[in-house]
């Protein structure tokens, strides 16, 4: 019996390495939105220099550099959720702990600071989303400037609130 025991345990154990599909597809996906973050601000630009048409640069730019911004910030997220993992399931990046360039914002020695990490780069998304649609939308009444305003203050609040975590710890 504790052969069958030490059998089943070690295929258990052994079985933590499918965590490297969800790191290699993390990695696939974060390179793709880097990509495509790059692609996004590059072709007003191309535009802009065939025409020289300010409203190119005026308005699409400051519009795709934005969208360019959410995408880098997913891309992250997928980055250090790759990273994450890996040091978490599969062994610690040595290269990463030697090099004294290397930030410690990468290093993660459990599933509460891979999920702090990643809940401050959600943040950083939605703060880019709102920033989107503040520049996009159209503000008819006072009441429109009042949310605005209420979704400012919400979002300085969910800084505030992440920052004061990190400055307690």
Do not use: H
């Not at 490297?20 to 939105?33: C, K, T």
């Not at 599969?90 to 290269?95: A, G, P, T, V």
């Amino acid at each position: 019996m504790k052969k069958v025991e030490l059998l089943f345990e070690s295929f258990l154990w052994r079985s933590r390495l499918l965590v490297i599909l969800a790191v290699l597809s993390s990695l696939l996906g974060s390179l793709a939105l880097f990509l495509a973050g790059l692609v996004e601000v590059i072709t007003p630009l191309i535009k802009f220099f065939k025409t020289f048409d300010y409203e190119i640069l005026s308005k699409k730019l400051v519009a795709s550099a934005i969208a360019s911004i959410d995408m880098f910030l997913i891309a992250t997220f997928l980055l250090i959720f790759s990273l994450g993992l890996y040091e978490l399931f599969i062994s610690k990046i040595d290269i990463a702990q030697e090099d004294p360039k290397s930030s410690k914002v990468l290093f993660i020695t459990n599933l509460e600071d891979l999920k702090t990490k990643l809940g401050r780069v959600v943040i950083m998304v939605l703060i880019v989303t709102f920033f989107k649609e503040a520049l996009e939308m159209e503000y008819k009444t006072p009441l429109d400037i009042l949310f605005l305003s209420a979704g400012a203050l919400g979002i300085s609040l969910a800084l505030y609130f992440t920052r004061k975590e990190y400055y307690e710890k």
